[in-house]
């Protein structure tokens, strides 16, 4: 018997049928059951074909998370046109931008970018449809009413034409360290992603799942995970710690992702002592370095319940991962790592004798990687550099050490800022740490002149816990005995809060910003 084809058509049709009455979403009063979100994505698709769009147009979503959100993704699936997922974070600019790179025929937004769209619409000629989620609302000129639209089709999904290799999906990196680009994934990619995180990390059937991390970004490949298990995906618009710990009971939540600026957040919320989070399995946490001190903490507030992932969203998410089992207090060593490659995926290290010994540039494949950079004109190659510095463990473990950009050139020795923090985070009267370069008292800063090329001073930006009580020198003797002279930070600024990207990770650019 031949091996059926990976598609994401195939796939949504044959898991929503499976589930039937099960709740498949629950989003603050509404609930969507598998047949229920058969029967809408199904209306969706006809209606995406009902305007003419093919297999090579594009889709945009932009809303905070809500079902409509996942009922557009998988809508554009089963239609067989492209979609592109837009972080809700975004500024109207980097909005408009991404349209226009991704070339995006349709785009369907939530109540809160309705004047958002309406002034891009303006700009993009291209963009011929707008589709609006809005309750008793009187649209603009030129908008369709979301559930109109759906009230008007079959829930008879069309019949569509799609290869395995053919895009499915083009999603945008953050731009932290440049323009945004947008990464294709096949359908045959993500199908394959889809079982690679159920494997890696323990999405088990009939799981209820947190996600409160944008469905632009690492919640998106979870979503497609637990949809395939039949879980209940319990949807939050953005991280709230309170929101968070109220759903975890409420809902007797068993699994949930967390970048590390939003642990540390649960851990500190004053209400975490009063929740009960025993139904709690399974908590994956990655996306940015997590100091080992706040993953001790987490272990005794929650248990070994914690997995970490490393990829980034060229290669999604699952590939490395450290297990449960080696989530024990106390071994520093193996939770400096983000654990081994796992079955799905490759690691390799360009090894350069600036960074030290052993030390390179992280180089990642999968069998799950990007077809290429939209518009690039190329496949991006076998092997994807991810632009981490870091090394290979004699446990054979990667151990990822900081970003390039990050690294502070001191002299002629680099210091790894994600070293440094860690000791920092340690401090009792530290709630978070940011470590930056900045430019040496000694030496000003020549015009024009890239980081790497001046000599640098390491600064510590800390937010204190609340009534901490911390000064330079406080910090310096903290860390004297666990880091080099010359990793010892030369200055350190107090703020309330730390910046963050719209990914929920410590925005080092802007901090940096006033120095440089």
Known sequence: MPREPLRLDAYYRKLLARFGERPAIRYRDRELSYRELDERTAKLAAAFRSMGLRNDRRVAVLMANRPEFLVTEIAAARAGVVCVPMNSQLDAEHVRRVLEDADASALVVGPEFIDVAREIQRELFDLRYLIAVCEDCDLPVGFQSYE??????????PSVAVDPGDVASVFYTGGTTGPQKGVMHTHESLVINAAAHIHELDVRRHERVLLSTPLAHSANFVARAGLAQGATLVLQPGFDAGRVLA???????????????????????????STDVDSVDTVVYGAAPMPPALVEEGIERFGQVFVQV???????????????????????????????PTGYADVRIEEEPRWGEDVGEI???????????HGRGDDGGEWIPTGDLGRID?????????RAQDVIHTG????????????????????????????????PTPVRAHRAEVDQAV?????????????????????ADHLADHELPD???????????????????????PYW
Not at 412 to 440: K, L, N
């Open 148 to 157: 109109a639209l759906l009230e008007r089709e079959s829930p008879t999904p």
């Open 247 to 273: 759903a975890i009971e409420r809902e007797e939540i068993t699994w949930t992702f967390l970048v590390p600026t939003m642990l540390g957040r649960l851990l500190r919320d004053d209400r975490i002592g």
């Open 310 to 340: 490393y990829g980034l969203i060229e290669a999604p998410d699952v590939v490395t991962t450290l297990h449960k089992h080696r989530h024990q207090p106390r071994q520093g060593a193996v939770l400096d790592t983000v654990g081994y």
């Open 363 to 373: 180089h990642v494949r999968a069998a799950f990687g990007m077809a290429g950079y």
């Open 394 to 402: 004699d446990e054979g473990r990667l151990v990822v050490l900081d």
């Open 412 to 443: 002629d020795r680099p210091v790894f800022s994600t070293r440094v923090e860690a000791v920092v985070q340690r401090h009792p009267s530290v709630r978070a740490v940011a470590v930056i370069g900045v430019p040496a008292a000694h030496e």
């Open 459 to 479: 600064k510590a930006v800390v937010a204190t816990v609340e009534g901490g009580q911390l000064a330079l020198e406080g910090v310096r003797e903290f860390c």
């Open 491 to 513: 200055s350190v600024d107090f703020v309330g809060e730390l910046p963050e990207t719209p990914y929920g990770k410590v925005d080092k650019r802007s901090l940096r910003q």
